[in-house]
């Protein structure tokens, strides 16, 4: 049933794509910034008690409506898995941003791909060339396919609905609360509590890319460029997105356009249009082995 949930809500998702950030998640990040006007007194606690306060209800509610609807009807269940899905996870929340990239490098439209990138990363991408663009972009898109599809996924596998609420709503408070808390001990336990979430989902979306590219050079890249990136779980997976594609993310321009220099991710040629489009398909080839190997465990536990 859960094959059949992320097979319905992935096609559905890629038939009737929902605007990003979709209304709910809208509806979350204002709830999440009443939250931090309510409880941010700068200390920990604070942020533990609202980071359960902003992510319990929603999982509980699911969970509790999942069951419900299951004591009435098993599809009426699925259903609501495949609701959950389709509004929690998805390629097409951030694909635009990438192809509308990719096609203005293609056509060495450089003002409108540097304004594209500009308006996906939020910051300042003023002087950058194609090398530099292509690579941020590339780096974006790894990382949300990661955010926004295989997190998710992982999290359903586990804990079904509840389990890709829990995993999305994490990450939105990581990301706002960390950021507009600056370094304050209010935003840690979201940063920690999501660590912990998304630490084995980082290592599976990062294997994944090492078997759908080039495995030697994606695991090579893995083990030794990882540990030098500020995030654990972005470089873990950033490293070995690079080294499957065959291409250096690293070692230039952050993502933010600024000047500092960044630690060595991937292996082979500069970024460029061309490369932006192996990323696709090493993302789509990633989702098309999740979605066999859950299959085959689906089968194996159907036939006992």
């Known amino acids: 049933m859960k094959f059949l949930a992320l097979l319905t ?44 306060l902003a992510v319990a209800p929603p999982v509980v509610l699911v969970g509790a409506v999942f069951l ?70 590339i780096k974006l898109a790894l990382l949300a396919s990661h955010r926004h599809v295989f997190g998710a996924i992982a999290w359903f596998l586990v ?3 509840p389990g890709a609420v829990l995993y999305r709503f994490a990450a ?16 840690r336990f979201a940063a920690n509590a ?17 078997i759908a590219g080039n ?13 030098s990136w500020e995030g654990e779980a972005s470089g873990v997976i950033l490293a070995s997105g690079g080294g499957a594609l065959g291409v ?11 000047p500092q220099i960044q630690p060595e991710l991937g292996l082979g040629d500069e970024a460029d249009a061309d490369y932006m489009r192996s990323a696709v398909g090493l993302v789509w080839r990633a989702l098309v082995l999740w979605m066999v190997l859950v299959l085959a465990v689906t089968i194996a536990y159907a036939l006992g």
């Open 68 to 137: 419900a609807l299951h004591q009435v009807s098993a599809l009426a269940a699925w259903l609501w898995s495949v609701l959950v899905l389709y509004i929690t996870m998805g390629l097409r929340q951030f694909s635009h941003h990438f192809t509308e990239i990719s096609e203005a490098l293609r056509e060495s439209r450089l003002d409108e791909a540097r304004d594209r990138l500009g308006r996906w990363q939020r910051s300042g991408t003023a002087g950058l060339e194609v090398g530099a663009i292509a690579r941020a972009a």
């Open 215 to 227: 495995f030697e050079d994606a695991v090579y890249c893995w083990r030794t460029q990882a540990p």
């Open 248 to 258: 250096r993310l690293g070692g230039a321009p952050g993502v933010g356009g600024g």
């Open 9 to 52: 809500a992935l096609l559905l998702e890629q038939a009737r794509p929902l605007r990003y950030p979709n209304w709910l998640e809208v509806l979350f990040v204002r709830y999440a910034r009443y939250l931090v006007r309510q409880f941010d007194g700068g200390e920990y606690r604070h942020g533990v008690l609202a980071w359960m």
């Open 159 to 161: 804990a079904g609905a």
């Open 194 to 210: 999501f660590f912990w979430i998304d630490w084995l989902p980082a290592r599976l979306t990062a294997a994944s890319f090492a």
């Open 172 to 187: 939105t408070l990581a990301e706002r609360w960390d950021a507009g808390a600056g370094a304050s001990a209010f935003g």
